[in-house]
């Protein structure tokens, strides 16, 4: 059995020793253990950041990212919830999110960045988006992504607003084409149907 006072690598721990592991750090930096976080950090983060770049391409990025993850776990270790996951599952959520919202916070400034375009040169804003997509699919995009599942969620936005084709999503998330598709397709699908009924304005 795997304890804290070991010194032993993730590379060396089967899965359950390595989420027992990092429950009882995950305990020790509840209770400001900074060595337990040293420790959870060399254990885990070379995970987080995979997924981190592999959602982001972008190396600085991604190790911003991993820093955020971190922070929140030293922040709120107590959020951890065996019942609902492992240590390094519930990592990778968090990365996953931090990720999201960095892709989002990309778009916005892009969005803004048109709009300033647009302005300074007297075009229609909606000219330069329909240059990148049909204007009624984007605003349904917009307007509905808080009626999807979470897992439909990701992949739209990363379809629609990180740029990627179905192949690309799935290296990112690790998942089969046929998922990307079945995701996408049922979430627009339910997103268009909203539209059509008048819950999206």
Not at 29 to 55: C, E, K, W
Request: with cysteine; aromatic share 8%.
């Amino acid at each position: 059995m795997a304890s804290i006072s070991q010194e032993c690598s993730a590379d060396t721990l089967s899965s359950a020793d390595l989420a027992e592991l990092c429950v009882e750090l995950l305990a020790g930096i509840a209770a400001r253990d900074r060595d337990a976080f040293t420790r959870l950090y060399r254990l885990t983060s070379h995970r987080v950041f995979g997924v981190a770049l592999r959602m982001l391409c972008n190396r600085a990025a991604a190790e911003e990212v991993t820093q955020e993850v971190y922070l929140q776990v030293w922040s709120s270790p107590a959020r951890y919830d065996s019942r609902l996951a492992s240590p390094i599952g519930w990592l990778i959520v968090l990365t996953r999110r931090r990720a999201i919202d960095r892709i989002r916070s990309d778009r916005a400034a892009f969005e803004r960045d048109v709009r300033y375009g647009a302005m300074a040169r007297g075009i229609d804003r909606d000219f330069v988006f329909e240059t990148v997509q049909q204007r009624d699919e984007r605003r349904t995009v917009l307007c509905g992504l808080g009626l999807l599942t979470e897992l439909q969620r990701e992949s739209i936005e990363l379809a629609y607003f990180g740029g990627l084709t179905y192949s690309e999503l799935a290296d990112r998330l690790d998942i089969p084409l046929a998922t990307v598709k079945s995701r996408i397709r049922d979430g627009l699908n339910r997103l268009r149907s909203a539209f059509a009924m008048g819950t999206l304005r």
